[in-house]
């Protein structure tokens, strides 16, 4: 009896040992390039950002990469050793940070986020009794997804990426994308490859579409990009790599994915490309890309040459993003093929730098299923040695692809929390899921992860998720999410407060509990061109929005001074609202249907009159809801008059249009101050308008007709030539009460006709 068990306990062993040891030296050897002292110092700079002159004298930092645990995991400790003066040692610059906010958030009640900061410490600092030791499951933090890059960052200055590298560290992102300025450095490799500048020209993009561009899907659409353009970017781009570097991040640069301009046939025509299909709602003049087989010598020739200049430019920390079948078909199926395209694709980066691990978004795998079978992904993810690939699986809170990869099949990957879409407004979580998820997936059988990730493609929306995600990258067992939430709440407004707090308590059980087949794409009719064909189905009760709203409202006396505070009651309001929209729609389809004219206008005229005008107001009074400043921003980056109306078409195209025949409508639709009148207003103006046209004379409605008028309307906006304020007018509170007061008791009653 006792030999078989022994046996069975030392394979057990064996097998939990091999897990765990698995052959990744490469990612144990990735460590920042900056020595521990100037991290140190880079987070005495951030501290002093953060809280002024008291950072100093408050915090004593110090950094030491011997601190870190097994396998280079991140460590913090915190202890007090004067009173009011708190100690932090990190095994990396990131570590300290995150160690400091940490401390923040627990003694002192602050908060950090993309909407505002709630930084009010207490005169003397309050001790650590016991030292404090923490350190992090996860290797890799991770942050940010291809197309942040087009629908969020594209028109930032330096002044918004060093906020945002702060909160990167305060929140212990270790690895990141550093995708800024690569096409000053395509360009110069064109030339030198024998391009010339119109065929260059032809190729990029403007400057909100690059994201696409990078990977193959888009060319020529809102560009050509001035040269003036590249050379910002990347001057922004040494700034950004410094910064990260200097906190101990791991910056990750783009890399050849086998992508070129047309131009390259010219210069090389026996080059073996192949011209894909076309993407999405794309025809060939803007889509339709040329793919270099990985098989050609030129794979090698362009990739190895782009990466030894960038890497020229820009030093590395080895690691390399690169997709080559982003919702992109590949020209075959058969595994050898496939294998063969990651090996050419990992050998064109190991051409340049050795030690290079290859970083790819797992996103394709769940986007074409039926064409990645096991098989398939198995031979392109074992085409690169095991430990010189790790893969984000982009969007595991839903649909997570190591448990039917075997993990990836023994590739290294990031759990990564995708959660927004086109950056769109519209409160949204799956709160359990990410709860569970990481835990879930680092206990799955040979379970090969090695960090958690946050993939969004737009920021600067449903901050909640983000600080939960950001906080479990820390811990080794998930929150009890109804303390959390209340924690949050006390320390987002900087007060313990009983309505407030059951405020969130219903947010979390409603919009932040998404289970469904739902994604946080937001399906609202208020941001959508009007039809009969529209959803107003949601994964909540929607009564819990309107109470929560009632809450925030009744708070308002004691928290109204917070700007937090503020941001979440224009939120939730227009959540509320973003839900009675959906009502006067229906309700104008049931009258429609019904031919009742008086009603039709009743519910058009509220909707078009009164409800979409109150929730500009709302929103133009306050900055971060300005349409105004996506604008301006995108003229700031301009050196011509030329320029900047060129920026402001990429602007408003992307937030509409998207393509020049609203070819992905509405995708990265916003709620923005401006964008709600002159934009979703006028367009339900012309329906309620065209609906009452055709009861008056007894016409029926054709879709069709009313797209192609409707269509000149959207147009329409993205040439209108108006300029758009770039500050907040009005005054939120009252705004707010006044809409709480005219629309709340007809949304509690279920009942349209009572407002206004
Ligand atoms: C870092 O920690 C190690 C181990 O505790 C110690 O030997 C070393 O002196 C420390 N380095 C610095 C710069 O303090
Ligand atoms: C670039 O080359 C193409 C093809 O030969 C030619 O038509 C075009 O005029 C050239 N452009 C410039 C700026 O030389
Ligand atoms: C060109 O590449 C494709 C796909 O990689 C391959 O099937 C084909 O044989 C290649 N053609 C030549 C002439 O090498
Ligand atoms: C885990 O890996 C071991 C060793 O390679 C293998 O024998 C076992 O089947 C794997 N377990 C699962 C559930 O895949
Ligand atoms: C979220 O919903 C699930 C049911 O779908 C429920 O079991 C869970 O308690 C809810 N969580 C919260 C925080 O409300
Ligand atoms: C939604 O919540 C309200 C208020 O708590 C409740 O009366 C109603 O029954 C709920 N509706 C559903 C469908 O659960
Ligand atoms: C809705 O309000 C209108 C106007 O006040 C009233 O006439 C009607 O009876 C109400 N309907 C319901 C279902 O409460």
Same mark, same amino acid.
């Given at each position: /009896?006792?030999?078989?068990?022994? #046996?069975?306990?030392?394979? &057990?062993? +064996? ?12 990612? +144990? ?65 990131? +570590? ?113 579409? #690059? ?32 910064? @990260? ?58 990739? *190895?040459?782009?990466?030894?200049? #960038? ?48 970083? /790819?978004?797992?996103? #394709? ?64 979580? &799956? ?17 090969? @992860?090695?960090?958690?990730?946050? *993939? ?38 900087? +007060? ?22 739902? *994604? ?15 959803? &107003? ?39 509320? /609202? ?179």
């Amino acid at each position: /009896m006792a030999l078989p068990r022994l #046996l069975f306990l030392w394979a &057990t062993v +064996a097998a939990v040992a091999a897990a765990s040891r698995p052959p990744w030296d490469s990612i +144990a050897r990735l460590q920042p390039g900056t020595d521990d002292a100037r991290q140190a110092v880079a987070v005495r700079e951030l501290l002093e950002r953060l809280l002024g002159p008291r950072a100093a004298s408050a915090f004593s930092v110090s950094v030491n990469r011997s601190l870190a645990g097994p396998g280079g995991l991140d460590t913090y400790r915190l202890s007090s050793r004067a009173p009011g003066v708190i100690n932090v040692a990190g095994s990396s610059g990131v +570590a300290a940070a995150s160690g400091i906010y940490q401390y923040l958030k627990d003694y002192c009640g602050c908060h950090v986020s993309w909407s505002g900061k709630q930084l009010r410490l207490p005169d003397s600092l309050p001790p650590v009794p016991t030292e404090i030791i923490v350190t992090s499951p996860n290797r890799f933090r991770f942050y940010q997804n291809v197309c942040t890059q087009s629908y969020s960052y594209v028109w930032w200055n330096w002044d918004r990426w060093e906020q945002e590298i702060d909160w990167m560290a305060l929140h212990g992102i270790n690895m990141a994308l550093a995708f800024t300025g690569q096409e000053a450095v395509w360009q110069r490799v064109y030339l030198s490859l024998g391009l010339n500048q119109s065929e260059i020209d032809e190729y990029f993009t403007g400057p909100a579409f #690059l994201a696409w561009n990078r990977m193959g899907n888009l060319h020529t659409w809102a560009g050509p990009l001035p040269l003036s353009w590249q050379l910002k970017q990347l001057y922004l781009q040494y700034r950004i790599l410094e910064r @990260m570097r200097s906190l101990g991040m791991l910056t990750v640069l783009p890399a050849f994915s086998g992508y070129v301009p047309r131009g390259i046939l010219r210069v090389f025509p026996r080059a073996n490309a192949t011209r894909m299909g076309s993407w999405s709602h794309f025809d060939c003049t803007y889509s339709c890309s040329y793919l270099l087989s990985p098989e050609d010598p030129m794979f090698q020739v362009i990739g *190895t040459l782009f990466l030894k200049e #960038l890497t020229r430019q820009f030093g590395t920390d080895h690691v390399y993003s690169a997709d080559t079948f982003n919702e992109m078909r590949p020209l075959s199926s058969d595994p050898a093929y496939l294998s063969q395209v990651s090996a050419a694709v990992f050998r064109s980066m190991t051409g340049a730098d050795p030690r290079a691990i290859w970083l /790819m978004q797992g996103w #394709l795998f769940q986007h074409q299923p039926d064409f990645w079978q096991p098989a398939q992904v198995r031979a392109l993810l074992q085409g690169v040695p095991l430990g010189r690939m790790v893969v984000l699986d982009l969007f595991a809170e839903s649909k997570p692809v190591y448990p039917w990869t075997e993990s990836f099949y023994g590739q290294p990957f990031i759990w990564c929390m995708l959660h927004n879409f086109g950056g769109n407004h519209g409160l949204f979580g &799956t709160a359990e899921s990410i709860n569970q998820g990481p835990f879930a997936a680092r206990g799955f059988p040979n379970s090969t @992860m090695v960090g958690i990730g946050l *993939t969004p493609e737009g920021i600067e929306q449903n901050d909640v998720m983000y600080e939960l995600m950001t906080d479990l990258g820390w811990r080794k067992e998930p929150h009890d999410l109804r303390q959390w939430v209340s924690d949050y709440a006390t320390q987002r407004y900087g +007060a313990s407060n009983a309505q407030a707090a059951a405020a969130w308590q219903l947010l979390l059980q409603s919009a932040y509990n998404c289970s469904g087949p739902y *994604t946080n794409h937001n399906r609202s009719p208020l941001v959508h061109r009007p039809s009969f064909r529209m959803t &107003t189905e949601l994964w909540y009760n929607e009564s819990d929005i309107y109470e929560a709203w009632r809450l925030l409202q009744s708070s308002v006396d004691v928290l109204g001074a917070s700007s937090t505070f503020c941001y979440d009651l224009v939120d939730v309001t227009r959540q509320a /609202m973003q839900q009675l929209v959906s009502r006067y729609y229906l309700e104008i389809k049931q009258a429609f249907q019904s031919r009742m004219l008086s009603r039709l206008l009743t519910a058009g005229g509220i909707l078009v009159y009164d409800l979409l005008p109150e929730l500009d107001s709302l929103l133009s009074s306050d900055r971060r809801f300005l349409l105004g400043r996506w604008l301006e921003a995108a003229r700031l980056s301009a050196t011509s008059d030329q320029e900047a109306v060129l920026y402001d078409l990429n602007a408003r195209n992307q937030l509409t249009l998207w393509g020049p025949n609203g070819n992905i409508l509405d995708y990265a639709n916003k709620q923005f101050g401006g964008l709600v009148l002159d934009y979703y207003g006028v367009r339900w103006s012309l329906f309620v308008s065209t609906l009452v046209e055709c009861l008056n004379t007894g016409t029926p409605f054709h879709q069709s007709h009313f797209n192609q008028a409707v269509f000149q309307v959207e147009r329409g906006f993205i040439y209108n030539g108006k300029r758009y304020p770039a500050k907040a007018m009005g005054n939120t509170l009252d705004i707010a009460r006044k809409i709480f007061l005219k629309y709340y008791p007809s949304a509690v009653q279920h009942n349209c006709s009572r407002a206004v």
